[in-house]
Each structure stands twice: as C-alpha cells, then as structure tokens.
C-alpha cells in the first residue's frame, strides 16, 4: 500500500435497505478500494460510508457512488432529522499515508469538476478546498438546506465552485472537500453541573482562545448525570489529544472536579494515540515510521 | 493479510557479502512472505533478518534459509564476538495478528522436525517450545558454543528435542522455538550513580520480584554519564509498558531521582504503546480492533 486516502461521503438515505445495498455494491466496484465501515440512520435518514484507498481509485469511486445516489435518492421526497442539501449531501477527502492536504484539495477538485460536468449537480468546495473563509464551515455552506438553496444560489456570494446557480432538481447540490482525520475525544468529569463542563470546553477550543486545532462544547449525559466536555480534534499532529487532556484536567482541578475517565467515538490513527505514550512515558527520538512494526506490513 | 506472525531468524555469517545476499534472495523466495528488515554486524559475525507472513509461509521461509545456511556457512572457519552453535544459530517465530503463542509453538516443531529430518542439523527447542524449564533459555541452551556441542550433546539432559546426539559437522546445532514480541525500553534517570540505576531495575524486574514480563539490569551510559535501567518487555500485553515506567517512577522518587526520558530500542507493535496512551488519557471501553484505523487496513 502505497498512498492512502480515506473517503467519508454522506448520503441522504438511511431507511431504504435497496438504494443502501446499491450504493455498497458501486462503492465496491473500483479495484482497490476498500468500504472499510457503512453507518445508516433511520431517524437521520442518512449514510455514512468509509472507504480507503490510493487517492486516483478513491477519487473514481467516490464520483461512482455520487453517480448512483443521484439516480437513486430524490431529495423532493426526502425527510429525515439531520441537516441535508444533496442526494450525495458532502464528500470529504482524507490525507491517511504517504500524502498531504494539498493533494486530498487537488483530487476534490477534480471530482468536485467531473460531478458538475457529468451529473449536473452544482458543488460547494469546503473545508481546506474552500475558496474563501466564509466557504469553509459545512454548517454555513449547507445553511438553507435543500429546500433552500435555489434561492440561495442566486445570492451574489453563494455562486458554486462548479456549475450553474441552479440546483439538481432531485439531486440537489453536493459539498466536495479536504480536511484532516477527525478525532471525537469526549472527557468525562465527576461532577454532575454543565456549567463546568461547558467553562472548561470554553477554555480549551481554539474559537475562543484555547486550542487551535480543536472544537469543544460542554453537555450532560443524561443517563449518567455526568457532566462531559465533548471533543473534535480536527488536526491530532498539530494540536495532540495528551495537550488538550491536561488542559481539561487543570481547567477541571479549578473547579474541584475530577477527569473520570474519556472515550474515542469511532475511528482513531493509531498515530493520534501513540503521540500520547511518546509524551507520558517520556520516549525520546522515537522514528514512528520505522519503529512501529505496522507500518512495515502498512508499506509493503 | 489474516493470521501474521514474525521470524527473526540469526544467522552466524556477518561479514560475507555474497554469502548474506544469497540468503536474503532465499528469504524472497516464499510467496506472501516480507523480509521487514535485516541486520549484519561484522564485529558479531551475525546476521538477523525479520520476517513476517502468514505461518505456513513463515515457516517454509524459515526452513529454506536454514538449508540455504547450512549449504553455505562453515561454522569450523567462523569467529565473532557473539556466541553461536550453529550456522543458523536460531530461529524464533513470534504471534503478530490473529494467531497465538501456541500455534508459533505447533509451527517451531514442525519446522524443527524438518530441519533435522532433511538437513540433518539436531535441534534444540527453546522459550516457549521448550520441553523442559531448564531448556527454555537460549543462553543455557548454547553454553559450550559450536565448540563444545560434541560434548553436550552426550550429556544425559542435553539430548537435542529433534535428531541424534551428533552436531552436524558444518552447521552444528540449531535453536527453534516461539515466544512473544519483545519490546526493549530503556528509562534514563536524572543521576550517574549505577547502584541506583540496579536497585531499580531489581524491585521491577520479575526474576527478583517485580514484573513478570519484565526483564531489567542497571548500566551507566558512558557517554552521557547516566544512570539507565535497560528493560526488556517480553509480554507487554500481560505486563504493559506503562506499569513499568510507573514503578520504575515510585522507585526513583526514592533516591530523588527523576526520570528524565526513555527510549524504545528498534521496533515495537502498535498496540504497545496504544496501551499506554489508553491508561494515561483515562480512555474507556477503548476497541483496538475496531477503532484503530489501521487494523482495518492490516485486515483487508
């Protein structure tokens, strides 16, 4: 395995077990690449597909499965709770092994190209492929939502990266971009009061002074009645999770309220974990690509 | 790639360029079998190759280059510092992925049994093959060396698990046996006083009632002048990495002593120093098979 990519396409079908079948088989169908995880959500309607891969085959499938969520998914019929503007709602690119950031944004761009040119589906880049600041944020770009975005089209400043200001009239209109690998990182307090848990995500996330490279918001588990300060590390190279763990810890000391525990949600680089024992248990010089035996069989 | 195990055969020719590239084109001649790494050292006269594959292979690699060894190395002209017995001095096959310890064991005396069967090397077998507790260690196996194996093999307690009680004249004696990844962990400590350095390493070491799984004596660096508990892991599963350092910690704090940084010696498996980043980040619930991206790479 040479490059590695990952792909987390989001498509706006989560009930029916036919289209969710169908868009699993097309996923397969470009040699070497690998579905590594499929999520569907009724209540969402919605799913979440991962695929890895070189960047050329994964690029090729993703436009693939775009294809066939168009032809199968018509978003005039569509319900579901989560937030939506597409057939194919977003396709974001992830740098894994032996590639950057630049490179995932050049292959967006090329799939984002090939989806308006070949679909007729008008695409938004976000994220790092984002042409301006304010294109970044999938929450903003997708404001307005399906029913929406005709009108918001023709807003001088939300032209599309790639096509008309004219939605697809069952596909709709599709977010194409690069980010880093994502870390959902949830710290558990021993202490029952929000008000805690949310100073502390305040203190720590980068949108308001913490930091940079990570998103926090304070919220209660109910079942449990324990306060969490819940966590996206959006780049665990520049800012890792140990850095941000000892933050919540002596934020959480001023408070008298303990860390009792954390969790991963989802996938993980090993990478985003072995920075941590590099840091506790004090490893000095240590060659992560040649002395972790995985990256061997990783490479060869 | 399903079951993996690794084999990290030594071979007693380090200088002979033509004779260690004849076997590193044997060790390419199994299909699904990786040569990850390999080591000459002129000084020792030794060579050490990693392999690693599924354990069929694994093993037919291992034999080939044990024949291959055997046609080529004449253990009457050899000298070196590193003790040795046999052409192919040993060989052990170490559990990576979906496999166990007893399996590698099943493995070692099959191969074992061929190596005596068709070469006509007698074998000893050691670690966790070992038939007996006084066989398991290689240092007692070898004692006596190439040179004084004729001897040894007539003792009453040291007849060879495979073959008769007669060397091969060139060749000698080979040691086959499994046991598990070793990690070598070195803990610096913020003072130049050895006897520190060794009190430390016999409170954790289990031989003196420490860890188990962990092997330790106390040397001075003498470059840096300072005083290094050099351990070795030799099940980092059953006794984690962390706990060690830990001990070795409190142990310090004793005599004022810090820690003032560790290193890890060559190559480990992920899961390691995953086990640390787990203990220390407080992460609970924590699948490493499912939640570790890379496994899902590793598995496909």
Redesign the interface.
């Known amino acids: ?1 040479p490059k ?1 990519i ?1 792909c987390v396409p989001n498509f706006s079908e989560g009930r029916n077990r036919d289209i969710i079948d169908a868009l699993i088989k097309e996923a397969g169908s470009v040699a070497g690449v ?1 579905l ?2 499929t999520s569907s959500d009724p209540s969402h309607n919605r799913s979440v597909f991962t695929l ?1 891969g070189e960047p050329e085959a994964v690029g090729e499938a993703a436009f693939r499965l775009c294809k066939a969520a168009s032809e199968k998914i018509d978003l005039t019929m569509h319900s579901g709770e989560h937030p939506r503007m597409g057939a194919t709602d977003v396709i974001p690119f992830i740098p ?1 092994k032996d590639t950057n950031i630049a490179e995932c944004v050049a292959l967006s761009k090329q799939v984002a190209e090939r989806v308006w040119n070949e679909l007729g589906i008008p695409v938004f880049l976000y994220e790092e492929s984002a042409a301006a600041e304010y294109r970044r944020n999938l929450a903003q770009v997708r404001k307005g939502e399906f029913e929406g975005m005709p009108e918001k089209l023709l807003l001088p400043e939300w032209a599309p990266d790639f096509g008309e200001r004219k939605v697809h009239p069952t596909a709709g209109v599709t977010a194409v971009g690069a980010r880093k ?1 994502l870390v959902a990182f949830n710290i558990n307090l021993g202490t029952s009061d929000i008000k805690i848990a949310k100073a502390i995500a305040k203190a720590v996330r980068g949108s308001s002074g913490g930091y940079k490279c990570c998103k926090a918001i304070g919220v209660i588990l109910e079942d449990r009645n324990i306060a969490q300060v819940s966590i996206n590390m959006v780049d665990y190279d520049t800012t890792p ?2 850095r941000v ?1 000892e933050a919540v810890r002596f934020e959480a000391e001023r408070w008298g309220a303990p ?6 949600i ?5 990478k985003a ?14 060659d992560f690509k040649r ?4 990256n ?3 490479n ?1």
Chains 1, 2 share one sequence.
């Open positions: 395995m590695l990952e690998l590594l995880d890895a894994v690998f999770l140990y763990f860390i009792i525990g954390s969790e991963i989802g996938l993980t680089p090993m974990l072995i920075n941590a024992a590099e840091y506790y248990l004090k490893i000095q010089r240590f002395q972790v035996f995985e061997h069989l990783l060869l």
